[in-house]
């Protein structure tokens, strides 16, 4: 099962250091594997979430994720689209921006360093959106109580996530705004591009998770029709067939995996020049990681490592909550890569803790309820 799920991320992580060793020698060898280690401890959130939304698709739809998603998560996430942020950010083509990565990678460093604000807001307002919906919505089953109870309560308030979200956009671009203004006016026209970027971003969440939201209703309608239905199999009609709707569905909610893995990967990208600037190795090493993700959301999907461990999902939604606030944080002041990473791993790591504690408990409650029963009929 293991070596099933993991063997094509085994192989490409083989490969992919063979390359880098034949393209820069050991010490290009170690920037890839560096590489690879953080955008696995970086992205690990992502796999959890990507889980919860994947074991929704059959077998098919999970084979693409694999699939095309890993070739639109490497080539271009990873590789795509650091050329494009610079040919845009810098206005010019996207074949001079390639000469640039190749040929003048300082330059090529300092072009992205510029874009980053407006990467860091469509990237933080994204994953922003998808934290607030998580903590507004009343769970059944639920992590931290003291905070999601009430939240829960305060999200039965219409369009509250979205109204949250634009606020924090707004002080975040006005303190940009003010930071440049106080240091000279250099930069705050980029106070109105992170505006943008972050609206850009709320919007593609609203857009793709509708259209997400959408077809898996309508999904669930059709397959409590199709139940109803078999009960009279004399009837059959011509329907549009489920597969169909199924497809729909699934292409949407692949639509949003993969928008929800671009954000994920915004601080990947960036963090990857502190390490290096080359854009061959950061594909490589970053390309690695992805191939990792991807498998490990697999795998939590076939183990049912969710079902088993429920407040993983919430331990990750802190995690997307916390890097939300990182990247938008990260506008206006650097903060070190290891500490985005230790965020996500310290979040996850007590929502697994507390989901093996409480499974300890149900079975220990499971085992006293036996042994009542068993001296009640006298056993």
Not at 150 to 163: I, N
Not at 165 to 185: E, M
Not at 229 to 252: C, D, H, M, S, Y
Not at 358 to 370: C, F, I, M, Q, T
Request: charged residues 15%.
């Amino acid at each position: 099962m293991l070596l099933k799920t993991f063997g094509w991320s085994f192989a490409v992580t083989a490969l992919g250091l063979v390359a880098a060793a034949f393209y820069g020698g050991w010490t290009a060898f170690g920037i890839v594997a560096i590489l690879a280690v953080l955008e696995i401890s970086l992205s690990f959130d992502n796999a959890v979430v990507n889980a919860g939304i994947l074991k929704k698709m059959n077998a098919f739809w999970q084979k693409i994720f694999l699939t095309v998603g890993v070739l639109i998560a490497v080539f271009g996430m990873r590789l795509v689209f650091p050329v494009v942020i610079v040919a845009i950010s810098a206005k010019m083509g996207p074949i001079e921006a390639v000469d640039l990565a190749l040929n003048n990678k300082d330059r090529y460093q300092q072009l992205v360093t510029d874009a980053h604000p407006a990467i860091a807001a469509f990237g933080g307002m994204f994953l922003l959106m998808i934290f607030l919906d998580f903590i507004f919505e009343d769970r059944d089953i639920q992590w931290l109580r003291w905070i999601e109870r009430p939240l829960a309560k305060l999200g039965k308030v219409d369009m509250l996530s979205v109204c949250i979200a634009l606020v924090v956009l707004l002080i975040t671009s006005f303190t940009f705004a003010t930071h440049a203004h106080q240091h000279g006016g250099a930069h705050v026209d980029k106070a109105q591009t992170v505006l943008i970027a972050g609206i850009a971003g709320l919007i593609t969440y609203m857009v793709v998770g509708g259209l997400s939201g959408y077809f898996e209703d309508k999904l669930e309608e059709e397959e409590e029709r199709e139940h109803e239905e078999e009960e009279e199999a004399a009837r059959t009609g011509k329907r549009k067939p489920a597969i169909v709707l199924a497809g729909q569905a699934a292409f949407f909610m692949f639509l949003y995996l993969e928008v929800l893995d671009a954000s994920f990967s915004f601080d990947g990208v960036i963090g990857a020049f502190a390490i290096t600037n080359d854009i061959v190795l950061m594909a490589l090493g970053l390309g690695i990681g992805a191939m990792y993700v991807r498998s490990l959301t697999v795998y939590l999907v076939r183990q049912g490592t969710l079902d088993d461990y429920v407040y993983l999902e919430h331990g990750a939604h802190y995690a997307i909550g916390a890097l939300a606030v990182i990247l938008m944080v990260t506008i206006q002041h650097e903060i070190n890569e290891v500490v985005t990473g230790l965020v996500g791993v310290v979040l996850i790591a007590a929502s697994f803790l507390s989901s093996v504690r409480r499974n300890r408990a149900l079975a220990a409650a499971g085992e006293g309820s036996d042994e009542k029963a068993e001296v009640s009929s006298g056993v």
